[in-house]
């Protein structure tokens, strides 16, 4: 079974469209991120949840809105896409507090806006 | 942002030990040093962390001499499978915050 799952794993769409990503993980860790890696492959935390309540939220657009129905899942709605979206967004989880520093990543995500 | 420096690129060939220095100058006293492999198409991996001296398990050894404002992260023998990005980071591990992640060292192991 897979720890960290995504989907979907490509994703390619148009301008001004609304599309979601979802997480799953069945590791029972309480804390949930989505990262994103752009072009450069500079790897940035957008948000963290843990235990379904909201604890990072770096500066991102209002476009982008994360939701966490339960601890194991942490979905991510983009509204209104643009170009500079496309990326590649992974998922992550991890115990609260991080005890042994161990982050799990997804497979990615990744999102082409034309 | 990150608080580590460490190399752009190093290349290698199959069967040496690769070595790759990571520098964190301002590292906190609650501070440990993490790495992670990042394989093209996948998320990142943890391999390896450390607060002081020498850690090893079965994928490498993570030398941190006593100031702690470097740290060296060891490959033995690698194959062509270790080409990836590694990353140095450094973190306190505490509730509500998260890994910042830097440019890496992209590995190129050739035969």
């Known amino acids: 079974d897979t720890a960290v799952s995504q989907t979907p794993k490509y994703l390619v769409t148009q301008m001004g469209n609304d599309k979601s990503i979802k997480c799953e993980q069945n590791?029972?860790?309480?804390?949930m991120y989505w990262y994103k890696q752009d072009s450069k492959k500079f790897l940035k935390i957008m948000f963290s949840y843990n235990n379904k309540e909201l604890i990072i939220n770096e500066t991102v657009p209002n476009r982008f809105s994360p939701k966490s129905p339960d601890k194991a899942h942490l979905n991510l709605h983009i509204n209104s896409l643009e170009l500079g979206d496309s990326a590649v967004y992974f998922c992550?989880?991890?115990?609260?507090?991080?005890?042994?520093?161990?982050?799990?990543f997804g497979e990615g995500s990744r999102l082409t806006v034309l | 942002l990150a608080k580590t420096t460490q190399p752009i690129s190093m290349d290698s060939y199959e069967g040496q030990e690769v070595n790759i220095t990571c520098s964190h100058n301002?590292?906190?006293?609650?501070?440990?040093i993490t790495w992670y492999q990042q394989f093209p198409s996948q998320g990142p991996r943890f391999i390896i962390q450390g607060y002081k001296t020498k850690v090893t398990n079965e994928v490498a050894s993570l030398f941190i001499p006593a100031d702690r404002k470097s740290s060296t992260l060891s490959l033995p023998r690698v194959s062509l499978s270790d080409t990836a990005v590694y990353y140095c980071?450094?973190?306190?591990?505490?509730?509500?915050?998260?890994?910042?992640f830097g440019k890496g060292t992209t590995l190129s192991v050739s035969s």
């Open positions: 980071l450094v973190d306190s591990n505490q509730a509500g915050t998260a890994l910042i």
């Open positions: 590791l029972g860790h309480d804390t």
């Open positions: 301002n590292i906190a006293t609650n501070d440990y």
């Open positions: 992550a989880s991890s115990h609260k507090g991080r005890n042994t520093g161990e982050l799990f």
